[in-house]
């Protein structure tokens, strides 16, 4: 991605459209950004807030440039009970469900799918409102 | 046994957690990070990121029923913003197919609330 790059505006976005694959390493320099945060991470087992942190990198990584002072305003997430481990790499993709504008608001939603070796461990959707 | 409320996590904000947490998920949204930004937005100056809220709840829920591979469905909405600088707890209350899941600031303001459904507890 170049600074030519076109900025993502709302206008720009449809229904499907695929914003690629992100790979996270939850590797040590991540665990240490955790643990500074929220404390010791005593299992192996990669807690559920890293995943839902790793998909909101992935979702920013892949859609780039974006304007300033999007807000997120909602969110779903299933998470399949398939394990995840500190030292895995989380591919995690990033898609378009949906927009709509209401109310003068610029809402969109972004799909996402977080596997680790191969198996699904969580989908989501983030319902944010686009700032341009 | 199901318990009848999620065990509670709280968090104090302030900018250095601010900004470790926009390290940690690679969101540096001028929103959270820059006072001059934020004051020009109706927020009026920097909030926390939701996503640190929804994490702290995931915190509580993993806490509540420990790291076993559990599988659940969880559906939120950020209510209000929080603002840098408030401490946040995350809790949740047994209904009858899972938790109304909440987080709100030491003054009682809903940040974020949902429902939480768990499908095999540890």
Same mark, same amino acid.
């Given at each position: 991605?170049?600074?030519?790059?076109?900025?993502?505006?709302?206008?720009?976005?449809?229904?499907?459209?695929?914003?690629?694959?992100?790979?996270? =390493?939850?590797?040590?320099?991540?665990? =240490?950004?955790?643990?500074?945060?929220?404390?010791?991470?005593?299992?192996?087992?990669?807690?559920?807030?890293?995943?839902? =942190?790793?998909?909101?990198?992935?979702?920013?990584?892949?859609?780039?440039?974006?304007?300033?002072?999007?807000?997120?305003?909602?969110?779903?997430?299933?998470?399949?009970?398939?394990? =995840?481990?500190?030292?895995?790499?989380?591919?995690?993709?990033?898609?378009?469900?949906?927009?709509?504008?209401?109310?003068?608001?610029?809402?969109?939603?972004?799909?996402?799918?977080?596997?680790?070796?191969?198996?699904?461990?969580?989908?989501?959707?983030?319902?944010?409102?686009?700032?341009? | 046994?199901?318990?009848?409320?999620?065990?509670?996590?709280?968090?104090?904000?302030?900018?250095?957690?601010?900004?470790?947490?926009?390290?940690?998920?690679?969101?540096?949204?001028?929103?959270?990070?820059?006072?001059?930004?934020?004051?020009?937005?109706?927020?009026?100056?920097?909030?926390?990121?939701?996503?640190?809220?929804?994490?702290?709840?995931?915190?509580?829920?993993?806490?509540?029923?420990?790291?076993?591979?559990?599988?659940?469905?969880?559906?939120?909405?950020?209510?209000?913003?929080?603002?840098?600088?408030?401490?946040?707890?995350?809790?949740?209350?047994?209904?009858?197919?899972?938790?109304?899941?909440?987080?709100?600031?030491?003054?009682?303001?809903?940040?974020?609330?949902?429902?939480?459904?768990?499908?095999?507890?540890?």
């Amino acid at each position: 991605m170049t600074d030519e790059a076109a900025l993502w505006t709302f206008d720009r976005f449809e229904s499907g459209q695929s914003f690629g694959t992100v790979n996270i =390493a939850m590797d040590e320099a991540k665990k =240490a950004e955790w643990v500074k945060l929220f404390g010791p991470s005593d299992s192996s087992r990669l807690p559920g807030g890293m995943i839902v =942190a790793a998909m909101m990198e992935a979702y920013i990584r892949a859609i780039q440039p974006r304007p300033n002072g999007n807000v997120h305003a909602s969110q779903a997430l299933s998470f399949t009970g398939a394990p =995840a481990r500190w030292n895995d790499t989380l591919a995690i993709s990033v898609f378009c469900r949906d927009k709509e504008e209401r109310k003068g608001r610029k809402w969109v939603s972004f799909g996402v799918e977080a596997s680790a070796g191969g198996q699904v461990i969580m989908t989501g959707t983030i319902r944010s409102i686009w700032a341009a | 046994m199901t318990p009848s409320a999620l065990k509670q996590l709280s968090l104090q904000s302030d900018p250095a957690l601010t900004a470790a947490y926009a390290n940690l998920a690679h969101d540096f949204n001028p929103l959270h990070l820059d006072q001059d930004f934020a004051s020009q937005t109706p927020f009026g100056g920097p909030i926390v990121h939701g996503s640190m809220s929804l994490v702290l709840l995931l915190n509580a829920i993993e806490v509540t029923f420990g790291a076993a591979a559990t599988q659940q469905d969880l559906d939120i909405r950020f209510t209000a913003p929080v603002r840098v600088g408030e401490r946040i707890t995350a809790g949740g209350d047994r209904t009858d197919d899972g938790f109304s899941v909440w987080v709100r600031t030491d003054d009682g303001k809903d940040v974020l609330s949902g429902t939480l459904r768990i499908a095999s507890p540890a």
